[in-house]
């Protein structure tokens, strides 16, 4: 079982920006896809961005450009850098790690932008 959290959420003003930090329990993060995810209110959850074990990365459109995902495979730790945060991008931001054996979540981290 991979353990799977979150930090690094909180209130920003518009234009401001948050770096996220997804900490895994074990070594088996370096060959996972490591990925981002949001939810807001209302909503469902939707891919933010994805890292690959050979760190090819994807984005979805609303934050290319803004985000930036990276992941230190020797600390077993992702990031997600958002910069130029606007009001919707307001959510509970999750970690995602798939692995062979499996699908693993945090708990997720709220991020509120202020207009």
């Known amino acids: 079982q991979v353990q799977v959290m979150e930090s690094g959420g909180g209130l920003v003003q518009a234009g401001g920006s948050l770096t996220l930090l997804c900490e895994a329990s074990?070594?088996?993060?370096?060959?996972?896809?490591m990925g981002w995810y949001r939810q807001a209110p209302g909503k469902g959850r939707e891919l933010v961005a994805r890292?690959?074990?050979?760190?090819?990365?994807e984005y979805a459109d609303f934050v290319r450009g803004r985000f930036t995902i990276s992941r230190d495979n020797a600390e077993t730790t992702g990031y997600l850098q958002m910069d130029n945060l606007k009001p919707e991008d307001t959510a509970v931001y999750y970690c995602?790690?798939?692995?062979?054996?499996?699908?693993?979540w945090g708990q997720g981290t709220q991020v509120t932008v202020s207009s």
């Open positions: 890292i690959f074990y050979g760190r090819v990365t």
């Open positions: 995602n790690i798939r692995t062979t054996a499996g699908d693993y």
């Open positions: 074990e070594n088996s993060f370096s060959h996972s896809v």
